[in-house]
């Protein structure tokens, strides 16, 4: 008999830590993912701000796992989930039977009803989304630099960015710094300088997860970045050429979209209870209601932690599910019983900008340099793979030392081409 | 008054040196490009076989000429030139007027009356073709490792490059090389060293420029890298299933065009004498006939050297082109008359693969490692900003000791992507 077939859908941190766990399980592992790379997304502003390349965030999948000879990674898109027959479909018509399925599909972002709105504000998930907003933010320099009307060079000089979570206060730092520092010599008519970058918030402070005081710590280091922060901002239109907030408007023709969070739409097949965003309500041990044989991971799943609290969506805690998940499939195989998933919190951190950032270690919390010094660390440490992190290293030290971004180039089909 | 206008279309060496070399000449120059960026083409094809990133080989025009005070740079499509008018029109309906104009749009790909065959055999020319071929190649392989019918398996792992010009048999060595060191133990199913790489060249050998016994050292050395040579090959037809030659049809799913040559179409709106592949037949000086007021450098140009013999299409021709132009546009200023331009023949290299190469230098030649360790240090050398033949050298040191591509992500919207 071959060994219990376990299918891995997603590639992100919980996919991949679970694959990884299972080295020496007898199982074979299918991972399937709609990209070919597993994705460092605390970085992906970095790209989107042309401070890094894709290829230093992202690494193919089939390289991490290839001296892993019981994995089998398969690009492929998965439509639907029959928790009765044991068996994903694909969108080419293909299905994949399992005998333990583990969901790792991750989050995208919600547009809070107004579907309508993500074409003009994109959100920052995939590596497409990141040469999206870096393509449009340089665009934005180029064509205030060729507009003679004050007021549209105005408009094309601001940059709004929507929600001021991690992702948002980070975006919005970054944008400022390439403004007030990497452009600064580049145009002869425009003064980047002069340009606005705009951090709007709903709720009263910036880094909403944080305890209060860290908030104000990010909100000053922003405002000293140039950063303007309007918190209890809630966004009522978002059109071609403003942003509305109730009354006020804001023109500008760049916006970045970092607000809300809904679960990739493939949990809805499953038919078990999901949360206001879409999320799976998992049992303690990870798996859905009735079925000890699927498992809900990562952004994917709410994992209440005691009382009221929820496991929060960031890369730690998709690790460690995934490497309990892993676990309890080795368990599962063996016959023993499941054991629940308990949250390790090691802390938070947030970046602003250059030497800039906050973090949250529970017993004490830094702000300022060391804080920055401690997320560079950590999160070089985290990337997979040794090419990338030295490659990051080497360019995250130029550009520090010389405030240039080398990724500045405007790739994708542009309203300035046409074909020869 | 104020200083005379030089307008430089097109950012590439021929653009590029020109604007340079106008350092200290009082005029006030302007470049326009259609993209933001200066490519170091020749090492494109790295791009397209995930060798390196973008960023690598390309390097914003705004950063390079940033500390030249009298140059402004406009991102922006020119559409066509008006001599008489001394101006020239851009796509969004503006126009630029000119006291001098360079013309250094380049070149493109022909397909010989069959246009449509572009949508099928991409040609490479900018990061956006190199990106796109990347996709096709690396989708092929994943196709491959998805498809359970033996023919259109072979069919998915057969790989035909059409023109076995340096580029053409770059491009086919490290598809060979993809496949044959790079991907080995990528997969499960497939044996990516199964695959096929086939080199059509419509003359009797490849890299036609070279002498007859350096296009069998490259042969020679093409096959041993595992690349299928096919001369005197006329392609007769290209579909999303195969490519003919003649009676004889070969399947394949991925094409890559590298052969012919069409200068840039803007070269038709001047009313001057165009060769048949569309370039300038331009007079001694650069100039075109009758407006000693307009430069044409670089591939736009037809620049013949003695009798029938012409200045080839090569970054050396169009930096040496660029250079008298800034020299002789400093003599126009000063009311002296303008020098007869000659092309200092230094050599040609082309590679092959890891290794792998041939260079002419007139008085002697190299193959093999010698002649692959000369095109290494030059066309570093020849790489614009420290910054990109630092991380180039990284990577190409990395990429040598350990087989592996760092780039290999497929990225732009693929079939297997949905929205969420």
Same mark, same amino acid.
């Given at each position: ?41 605390? &970085?992906?502003?970095? $790209?989107?701000? =042309? @401070? ?5 965030? %992202?690494?193919?999948?089939?390289? !991490?796992? /290839? ?89 094309? &000089?601001?940059?709004? $960015?929507?929600? =001021? @979570? ?5 975006? %919005?730092?970054?944008?400022?710094? !390439?403004? /007030? ?240």
């Amino acid at each position: 008999m071959p060994d219990p077939h376990v299918v891995i859908v997603g590639g992100g941190f919980g996919g991949l830590y679970t694959a990884r766990n299972l080295k020496d399980v007898p199982v074979r592992v299918t991972m399937v993912d709609r990209h070919n790379y597993h994705l460092f997304q605390p &970085l992906l502003y970095q $790209v989107a701000t =042309a @401070g890094l390349n894709p290829s230093d965030i %992202a690494t193919p999948i089939r390289g !991490i796992v /290839r001296k892993q000879a019981n994995v089998n990674v398969l690009l492929g898109d998965v439509v639907s989930i029959d928790t009765s027959k044991k068996s994903i479909a694909l969108t080419d018509g293909a299905s994949l039977a399992y005998d333990y399925l583990v969901l790792a599909t991750g989050a995208t972002h919600s547009y809070f009803g107004h579907p309508e709105w993500e074409a003009i504000a994109p959100g920052l998930k995939t590596i497409d989304d990141a040469l999206d907003i870096r393509r449009r933010v340089l665009l934005a320099f180029e064509a205030a630099e060729r507009e003679t009307d004050p007021k549209k060079q105005e408009a094309l &000089l601001t940059f709004v $960015v929507i929600g =001021a @979570g991690p992702t948002g206060a980070e975006m %919005a730092g970054a944008l400022s710094e !390439i403004a /007030r520092q990497t452009m600064l010599r580049d145009f002869r008519r425009i003064d980047p300088s002069s340009a606005r970058v705009i951090l709007l918030e709903g709720k009263d402070r910036v880094l909403p997860p944080y305890p209060p005081d860290l908030s104000e710590k990010a909100r000053q280091q922003l405002v000293r970045l140039g950063v303007e922060v309007i918190t209890n901002a809630i966004v009522t239109d978002v059109t071609t050429d403003h942003v509305s907030i109730g009354e006020r408007t804001i023109a500008t023709r760049t916006v970045v979209w970092a607000a809300g969070v809904a679960a990739s739409p493939l949990a809805q097949t499953l038919g078990v209870p999901l949360d206001r965003a879409g999320r799976v309500l998992v049992e303690p041990d990870l798996t859905i209601p009735g079925h000890k044989d699927v498992f809900v991971i990562g952004d994917l799943a709410a994992v209440r932690m005691r009382g009221e609290q929820w496991v929060p969506g960031v890369a730690p805690a998709a690790i460690q599910e995934g490497q309990h998940t892993a676990m309890n499939l080795e368990r599962a195989v063996d016959g023993q019983p499941l054991r629940a998933f308990r949250y390790n919190d090691k802390g938070s951190l947030a970046t602003i900008g250059r030497a800039a950032a906050v973090a949250d270690f529970g017993r004490f919390k830094l702000s300022g340099f060391l804080a920055w010094f401690a997320w560079l660390a950590i999160h070089i440490f985290f990337l997979i793979g040794f090419r990338n992190r030295f490659l990051v290293i080497t360019q995250w030290a130029w550009a520090y030392l010389t405030y240039q971004r080398g990724a500045r180039l405007i790739t994708g089909r542009t309203s300035t081409e046409r074909s020869p």
